[in-house]
């Protein structure tokens, strides 16, 4: 007022409150002394709370920091005073939901002992990011009322250069008077720390302190402590809401800062004169923040006044100094009218940011009276400072349209309550706005969570896709592989499956082209044996080759023996074989002297012509009817009987060949081991032969009883299961006409032949390295035990 | 030809339209090849309305499908998480009728917590889970990540020994907002000569 004021802007709106700051200002700051217990919640600012680095029971001293900053928009939180750590727990902290939060509580023991501190005595000689640490640790939020940490605030960047540095010392709600105060008593304080904050900052332009001309006190006492610093104090007519950062700046320098921006992108720098002071007692004196000015106000209290609290001194110690009348107080109201909100409890504690405790009577700050409709009258867009359209924002907060809410700039309220003070209907707009930010707020966190959710959700089911996917490709590369062991048992083929059958019937062929062709040749030899005798071969030739024959005989005899001879002097494995040889060969030559022998009498005696043809027209029928079907030809009877005929000669042979041996044995002859070969050969054919004669009796009586199912047989030849079934019918009832005997000698020889054949099965399947080879010597062992109980019961 | 044309007026219009005809359907034909749309764009929109709790109580296996329903055409009401909000979204993208919320009530926000006490390891949740917010391996207890939980409330049923339940999800004083007051036409005159008393 005394000086040429410079220009200044005047903003949108705005309302003239009746201002009740005088009732505070009557007597000085008196410090509020040591409360028995200190209550410090961890989160007083904005940002991370803080967490504790003390433990219950520990002694603190003021000053000490108790809990460190937690990332870096966070502050640390220091001991007011001496005393000793009782308590971190939950605590009913100041806060509009009247919820609890974590605080450490120290019982004080009135010692008020100081922790090691000291302060710089030329801050021009630190750095700026030593001046910002400095600041951070002595844990300085904005004391204003919203508790933005001020080192993050004083973190100006290189390419945003700042014009302008403001200490904002407006104060333009009604009732506080804690920067008035300030200003009046400290402003040499103020003037230091603006001047560590023009030297952190460095605008490139001015420095000003921005004061309401309702303070004329307070402006004179920093206009003289500024004197000379050129720091400028520029008062401006008073108007709520002044004081809001973007609307001081805009008075002051007629600039607006964006939507959503920060002042620091129009260059500009705003600091509350409370946390200027904090900063100077932080870097000059090297006390962190752990006090401050408050105001304990309202009609309820006979003396109000302004308070230097340790932080963390409950609300009710300030309220017992202050003369409170409880019964009075309509509400407590932490902060100002206008923008503060009811505590619920006098326990709260003072904060950082507690500028004011107000306690009113009923007739000084009724309850509003209940809403009514809008009536549309205009005025709440006419008060408000940020020029928004608040009747409006109300219908859509109303309607929930979150998306209209954000086109009218919703966001830009400052939620300073002009809009609801001027409202002739009462409608509590700021809370619809409030309520709505917040909702808008979850909607965008719900939204942000959703897309996580989905993420999430979609990686997994990638990832179950992924292993479906992989495990398919396993199975397939399994079948693949499998194909190509069939494949190369194709390509290789005696191992493959159909193959095998092929080789099979490839065989069964053969055998068949065998059957036939002895008989065959049996034919061309009797044509050939006929047709020679007939026309060709006289008996006199006959005697002559027959002669031939015999010598040549009695030549391989002679080798034969001599070699028989060498491997006996040798001791060669081979000399039984020789032997056998020998045998033969004598067996041989004994057959051609007898048939010569024959020959010569014949030939002598006979009409040798037709005696040679009928034996070989003979011979041709029988191979004829050989070929034509080897079962077919013989009737049963003549098979038994020759059966039985040549078990009987076999005996014979047995019994020949049995003495031999056991001449020879006495005689110690050579030749023992030649003749008990030879007797155990005998012996195995007898055995083959009596056993072809058992099979035989029993397909005989089978037939014999089961006719039908011979005739079915025959009919379902091609049905090779049915086939298999009437044989399994045929065994079984000739089984039942057999001796005990006979069946167990009958089963042991199937249970034989079928070993005979999964061990020729199992063979080829080794060969071809098919699974198959355990499951077929599985069986193998089965039957060869089935064999041995039956051996063991027949013996 | 030219001549032709020019003499006959009926023929020239008949070329004149029938040309245009064939450059503009090329065009157009050019156009839809060239700007194919990928994908379902409304099952796209009606899904980023969904709230992504993957629950499954729509009757479908998740958000996604459910999306694609409502964009072939079934209902808006069947999203019990999502609740009044969704379907007013919904109808409103639609521009179709919002219909009560085809369920008892809304599901509160919750969180599954797990009694880690009583929990067996059997990972039977942890396979429920649509969003791999359950962490443990098999034998060894298993817990909730609070934070990626949807509240799907899926991993409830399988638990063999019932040691998971669904926790709202308390206010802090991170997540406290300001109520919305009553609007000014429900109060009635009582309540007014009260308050103002």
């Known amino acids: 007022m005394s000086q040429p004021s410079r220009k200044v802007w005047d903003i949108h709106g705005g309302i003239h409150p009746a201002e009740n700051k005088q009732q505070s200002l009557q007597s000085p700051i008196k410090a509020a002394g040591i409360p028995p217990q200190i209550i410090l919640p961890l989160a007083q600012h904005i940002g991370a709370p803080a967490s504790p680095i003390i433990s219950v029971g520990d002694r603190v001293l003021k000053g000490q920091m108790i809990a460190e900053a937690k990332g870096f928009v966070s502050a640390p939180v220091h001991a007011p005073t001496s005393g000793t750590v009782v308590a971190i727990e939950s605590r009913l902290i100041p806060h509009p939901s009247g919820m609890s939060g974590a605080c450490i509580v120290i019982d004080t023991d009135g010692q008020d002992e100081w922790a090691k501190h000291s302060g710089v005595e030329d801050f021009r000689s630190l750095s700026k990011m030593d001046l910002i640490d400095r600041v951070r640790q002595a844990g300085i939020a904005g004391m204003g009322g919203a508790g933005f940490p001020s080192a993050v605030k004083l973190s100006t960047r290189d390419d945003k250069p700042i014009e302008t540095l403001i200490l904002n010392g407006t104060e333009c709600e009604p009732y506080i008077t804690a920067d008035d105060i300030l200003m009046r008593e400290r402003a040499a304080e103020i003037i230091a720390g603006a001047e560590i904050l023009r030297h952190l900052i460095k605008p490139s332009k001015e420095t000003l302190i921005g004061v309401e001309d309702n303070k004329p006190e307070g402006i004179a006492a920093l206009q003289k402590a500024a004197q000379g610093t050129g720091i400028e104090i520029v008062p401006f007519p008073t108007k709520y809401p002044s004081g809001g950062e973007k609307q001081l700046i805009q008075i002051l320098t007629g600039k607006e800062v964006p939507a959503g921006g920060l002042p620091a992108d129009i260059g500009i720098v705003c600091q509350n004169i409370g946390t200027a002071t904090a900063i100077y007692r932080a870097i000059c004196l090297g006390e962190p923040l752990i006090s401050r000015i408050t105001t304990i106000t309202g009609e309820a209290c006979s003396q109000p006044r302004n308070y230097e609290v340790l932080l963390g001194t409950p609300v009710q110690f300030l309220l017992d100094q202050s003369g409170f009348k409880k019964d009075d107080c309509i509400r407590l109201v932490m902060g100002g009218p206008m923008m503060g909100y009811t505590l619920q409890d006098t326990a709260v504690p003072i904060v950082k940011t507690s500028n004011c405790v107000l306690a009113p009577t009923a007739a000084e700050l009724p309850p509003p009276p209940p809403a009514q409709a809008c009536i549309r009258c205009g005025m709440c867009a006419e008060a408000c400072p940020v020029s928004l359209l608040p009747q409006q924002m109300y219908w859509f907060s109303r309607a929930q349209e979150h998306e209209k809410l954000e086109d009218h700039k919703l966001f830009d309220c400052i939620e300073c309550g002009a809009c609801s003070y001027v409202c002739p209907s009462n409608i509590p707009l700021v809370q619809y706005y409030r309520a709505s930010k917040a909702e808008i707020r979850q909607a965008q966190q719900d939204k942000i969570k959703a897309e996580r959710s989905k993420e999430r959700f979609e990686a997994r089911t990638a990832r179950l896709e992924q292993e479906e996917a992989e495990k398919e490709a396993k199975r397939a590369a399994r079948l693949q592989a499998a194909k190509d062991k069939a494949a190369a048992a194709v390509s290789n083929p005696d191992s493959s499956k159909t193959d095998l059958i092929q080789a099979a019937i490839e065989r069964s062929k053969a055998k068949k082209a065998d059957a036939a062709d002895p008989a065959h040749d049996a034919i061309a030899r009797a044509q050939a044996k006929r047709d020679g005798k007939v026309e060709e071969e006289t008996p006199a030739a006959k005697t002559e080759r027959l002669q031939l024959l015999i010598a040549s005989a009695e030549r391989r005899l002679t080798s034969a023996r001599e070699k028989l001879a060498l491997a006996k002097e040798q001791g060669g494995e081979n000399v039984e074989a020789f032997a056998t040889a020998v045998i033969k060969t004598e067996d041989k030559l004994t057959a051609l002297q007898k048939e010569l022998a024959e020959h010569q009498a014949r030939s002598t005696s006979a009409p040798a012509d037709t005696g040679a043809t009928d034996p070989a027209q003979a011979a041709i029928a029988r191979a004829m009817a050989k070929r034509a079907g080897a079962s077919a030809d013989e009737s049963d009877e003549d098979k038994t009987q020759r059966l039985q005929n040549l078990v009987a000669t076999t005996e014979k042979r047995l019994a020949a060949a049995q003495q031999k041996l056991s001449i020879a044995q006495e005689q110690n002859d050579a030749n023992v081991a030649a003749f008990a070969t030879g007797a155990e050969k005998t012996q195995s054919k007898l055995d083959s032969a009596k056993q072809e004669l058992a099979e035989h009796l029993a397909k005989v009586s089978a037939k014999a009883i089961t006719k039908e199912a011979v005739s079915a047989e025959q009919a379902s030849s091609n049905d090779p299961v049915q086939a298999a079934i009437e044989r399994a019918k045929a065994a079984r009832a000739a089984q039942a006409d057999m001796s005990e005997d006979d069946k167990l000698k009958q089963s042991i020889a199937s249970l034989e032949n079928r070993i005979a054949r999964t061990q020729e099965k199992l063979s080829a399947a080794q060969e071809s390295g098919d699974d198959k080879a355990e499951i077929l010597a599985d069986s193998i062992a089965k039957l060869q035990d089935k064999l041995a109980s039956a051996k063991e019961k027949l013996g | ?197």
């Open chain 2, 1 to 197: 030809m030219i001549e032709l044309i020019a003499q006959n007026p009926f023929i020239a219009s008949l070329l004149a339209l029938v040309s245009l005809g064939v450059v503009f359907g090329a065009l157009l034909g050019f156009a839809a090849v060239k700007f194919k749309t990928e994908g379902d764009p409304i099952a796209d929109q009606v899904e980023a309305l969904l709230p992504q709790t993957q629950c499954g109580q729509c009757g479908y296996p998740g958000c996604r499908p459910y999306a694609q329903a409502i964009a072939d055409g079934d209902d808006i009401n069947k999203c019990p998480p999502g609740g009044e909000a969704t379907i007013a979204a919904l109808a409103d993208l639609l521009g179709v009728e919002a219909k009560p919320l085809d369920a008892v009530e809304e599901s509160v926000p919750s969180v599954a917590y797990i009694r880690e006490d009583e929990c067996i390891g059997c990972t039977k949740c942890i396979q429920a889970c649509p969003v791999d917010a359950i962490l443990g391996s098999a034998k060894h207890m298993h817990t909730v990540i609070a934070s990626e939980c949807t509240g799907c409330d899926l991993c409830v049923e399988p638990c063999p020994v019932d040691c998971i339940e669904m926790r709202p999800i308390e206010t802090s004083l991170q997540t406290w907002a300001w109520d919305k007051p009553k609007p000014p036409e429900d109060l009635i005159a009582t309540d007014r000569s009260g308050a103002s008393a």
